[in-house]
């Protein structure tokens, strides 16, 4: 039995220091373990890699990746009342879990680790698009992490791995799936958690390619993405009206018919557009 085995149940934990949860911070705690170690394993073998947590609350998913073997937990939480809950791990684990009071969008954890990177979280739905854009829009690739193993509501998830000419396809399927191979890997319903949300969750679980699918500027990529979806009914002749007077021009030159709207062009022609706008 090893030491994190002996830690008390996660209700116990909560009890024991007060965690209420506060729907302002997006709290919707993991208690059952075996699911934690689930989760984990999604991000697959973690010896020898250093693994980035942001939000880990009472610490249920801490230990599942502690327990995984993860080389060296960071651990990024906002809401201070859980770090003595978090000292607790640390203090089973020697050496092998550093948590870091803050918000995760103002911080850069990234470079307090060492290579090979996971990241993996359990997170309120507004931070978590926010960091999933920054983690998949790096100028450079392939990134300093290996993989991404988020959860996310489920109706997130599915945009994640959309295809095009679905209703779910956008912005974050063009730039999750031009960088990365993104699965859905779990499924969770709203009793999963404490407490419940009021949708079902998943987690999804990206691999960094070597190499992005179709060469494209990031930040153009992801202006351009984000103007054809923001107006997904219209041409794109007019939603992208405002990014160039010679729209009609580029989306021609890039293989897209004016007419056409965003849901119908695939990862290539949007990759394609963005380099009409790189001169
Ligand atoms: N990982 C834990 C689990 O699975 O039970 C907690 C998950 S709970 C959905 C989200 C956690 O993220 C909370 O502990 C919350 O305090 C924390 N959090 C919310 N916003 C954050 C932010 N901007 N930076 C860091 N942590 C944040």
Same mark, same amino acid.
């Given at each position: 039995?090893?030491?994190?085995?002996?830690?008390?149940?996660?209700?116990?934990?909560?009890?024991? &220091?007060?965690?209420?949860?506060?729907?302002?911070?997006?709290?919707?705690?993991?208690?059952?373990?075996?699911?934690?170690? +689930?989760?984990?394993?999604?991000?697959?073998?973690?010896?020898?890699?250093?693994?980035?947590?942001?939000?880990? =609350?009472?610490? =249920? %998913?801490?230990?599942? %990746?502690?327990?995984?073997?993860?080389? &060296?937990?960071?651990?990024?939480?906002?809401?201070?009342?859980?770090?003595?809950?978090?000292?607790?791990?640390?203090?089973?684990?020697? =050496?092998?879990?550093?948590?870091?009071?803050?918000?995760?969008?103002?911080?850069?954890?990234?470079? &307090?680790?060492?290579?090979?990177?996971?990241?993996?979280?359990?997170?309120?739905?507004?931070?978590?698009?926010?960091?999933?854009?920054?983690?998949?829009?790096?100028?450079?690739?392939?990134?300093?992490?290996?993989?991404?193993?988020?959860?996310?509501?489920?109706?997130?998830?599915?945009?994640?791995?959309?295809?095009?000419?679905?209703?779910?396809?956008?912005?974050?399927?063009?730039?999750?799936?031009? +960088?990365?191979?993104?699965?859905?890997?779990?499924?969770?319903?709203?009793?999963?958690?404490?407490?419940?949300?009021?949708?079902?969750?998943?987690?999804? &679980?990206?691999?960094?390619?070597?190499?992005?699918?179709?060469?494209?500027?990031?930040?153009?990529?992801?202006?351009?993405?984000?103007?054809?979806?923001?107006?997904?009914?219209?041409? %794109?002749?007019?939603?992208?009206?405002? $990014?160039?007077?010679?729209?009609?021009?580029?989306?021609?030159?890039?293989?897209?018919?004016?007419?056409?709207?965003?849901?119908?062009?695939? %990862?290539?022609?949007?990759?394609? $557009?963005?380099?009409?706008?790189?001169?």
């Amino acid at each position: 039995m090893s030491a994190i085995d002996t830690l008390p149940p996660l209700r116990e934990v909560i009890a024991g &220091h007060g965690l209420r949860a506060k729907k302002a911070l997006g709290q919707n705690f993991l208690l059952d373990l075996n699911l934690t170690a +689930r989760i984990a394993r999604v991000a697959g073998d973690l010896s020898g890699t250093d693994v980035l947590e942001v939000g880990p =609350g009472p610490g =249920g %998913l801490t230990r599942g %990746l502690l327990a995984e073997g993860a080389r &060296h937990v960071l651990a990024v939480e906002k809401d201070a009342r859980c770090l003595p809950a978090l000292a607790e791990i640390a203090a089973a684990c020697p =050496g092998r879990l550093t948590v870091l009071e803050g918000d995760a969008l103002a911080l850069d954890p990234l470079a &307090h680790l060492t290579p090979p990177i996971a990241i993996c979280a359990n997170l309120p739905y507004n931070v978590g698009t926010e960091l999933l854009v920054r983690w998949l829009t790096p100028p450079d690739w392939p990134p300093v992490w290996r993989s991404l193993t988020l959860m996310f509501q489920r109706e997130v998830a599915e945009r994640i791995v959309a295809a095009p000419g679905s209703k779910a396809y956008g912005r974050l399927a063009v730039l999750a799936q031009w +960088r990365c191979e993104a699965r859905i890997a779990l499924s969770l319903p709203p009793e999963a958690f404490a407490p419940p949300p009021k949708v079902s969750s998943a987690v999804v &679980h990206f691999d960094a390619l070597p190499a992005p699918r179709f060469p494209a500027d990031a930040k153009i990529l992801e202006r351009v993405v984000a103007a054809a979806f923001n107006q997904r009914r219209k041409m %794109l002749r007019a939603a992208l009206k405002g $990014l160039a007077p010679d729209i009609e021009d580029r989306l021609r030159a890039a293989g897209i018919a004016p007419t056409d709207r965003a849901e119908v062009v695939p %990862l290539e022609g949007f990759c394609a $557009l963005a380099r009409q706008f790189e001169s």
